[in-house]
C-alpha cells in the first residue's frame, strides 16, 4: 500500500521557519517527479514547489520563491520543505504529491498544518 506522510507543520511566528518532511512508503521515489501543494483557509488548493526525480529541475511559485527551498533524498525516500521568512498568509495544511508522469499513478500524503500567527 502506498502512503505519503507528512510532518513538521505547528505554529510559528511570522519571519520563523519550519522543516517539512514527506515520506514515501510502498514507493520509490526515485521513480517520481514529487510537489508541495498547500491549501489555505477559504482557498483552493495551490502549487508550492515541485522537484524533478533527479532534482534536476526545481521550480516555485512566485509567492514562495526565494523564501522557500525544496529537497529531497531518494536514499531516504523522501522530500523536505524548508519555509524560511514565513508570513501569515502562508499559514495552510502543506500536502506531498508524488507523480510518475502522464497517464501514471498520482499519490497525495494526508496533509501537515503550518499557522503562521504572532
Known amino acids: 500500500q502506498v502512503r505519503l506522510v507528512e510532518s513538521g507543520g505547528g505554529l510559528v511566528q511570522p519571519g520563523g521557519s519550519l522543516r517539512l518532511s514527506c515520506m514515501a512508503f510502498?514507493?520509490?521515489?526515485?521513480?517520481?517527479?514529487m510537489s508541495w501543494y498547500r491549501q489555505g483557509p477559504g482557498k483552493d488548493r495551490e502549487l508550492v514547489a515541485t522537484?524533478?526525480?533527479?532534482?534536476?529541475?526545481?521550480d516555485y511559485a512566485d509567492s514562495v520563491k526565494g523564501r522557500f527551498t525544496i529537497s529531497r533524498d531518494n536514499a531516504k525516500n523522501t522530500m523536505y520543505l524548508q519555509m524560511d521568512r514565513l508570513k501569515d498568509e502562508d499559514t495552510a495544511v502543506y500536502y506531498c504529491?508524488?507523480?510518475?508522469?502522464?497517464?501514471?499513478?498520482?499519490?497525495w500524503g494526508q496533509g501537515t498544518l503550518a499557522t503562521v500567527a504572532s
Open positions: 522537484i524533478s526525480r533527479t532534482s534536476g529541475t526545481i
Open positions: 504529491k508524488a507523480h510518475a508522469g502522464l497517464g501514471r499513478p498520482i499519490y
Open positions: 510502498g514507493i520509490t521515489t526515485s521513480s517520481y517527479d
